[in-house]
């Protein structure tokens, strides 16, 4: 099997980000946003997904970290997408539940190649909850839009329940990872690309 590693660098006069993937890792990881709470959420989702992660990347934080945060999950996207390749002999699906005390997450994942993403379930003021200082509520969506459409992937996230901001994000960003590890996982049961049509 070939190696399913990836890098992109993506530079804008909002933000720089050089990241690099290992679909088959074991979640290591080595990760500086500039936004600690981001940090905090790609470690969960690389230690998780069991994909190592290195991710460098800063910008103009000092008047928000939308671009920064966005830039990364953009280049997340496009460098998973890259490390999938063909997408042979991969589960393709894959679906995780994730407990945080009393927050609960679902999430759904296929990589179909056509990119979709639904988010439910989040509590009314969620999106303009501040967690750690830099990072609110309504950046986990933008994160998991953004990963879905540069990697062209289908995606259903639901919370189920949660009152706690950080609790809430966390439980998200683990519920995610734990299916992006049985979707692009290699099945040896399965021949080629799993799909009808010969191609995802």
Known sequence: MNARIASVVRKTSESSVELSINLD???KTDIETTVPFYNHML???SKH??????VRAGGDTDIDAHHTVEDVAIVFGQALKQALGEKRGIKRFGEATVPLDEALAHAVIDISGRPYAVCSGEPQGFEYAMIGGHFTGSLVRHVLESIAFNAGIC??????SGRDPHHIAEA?????ARALREAVEIDPRVDGVPSTKGAL
């Open 43 to 45: 470690t969960a989702l």
């Open 155 to 160: 995606m259903h996230m639901n919370v189920i």
């Open 49 to 54: 997904s069991l994909i190592d992660l290195t």
């Open 25 to 27: 890792g074991t979640g």
């Open 172 to 176: 998200e960003f683990k519920a995610l």
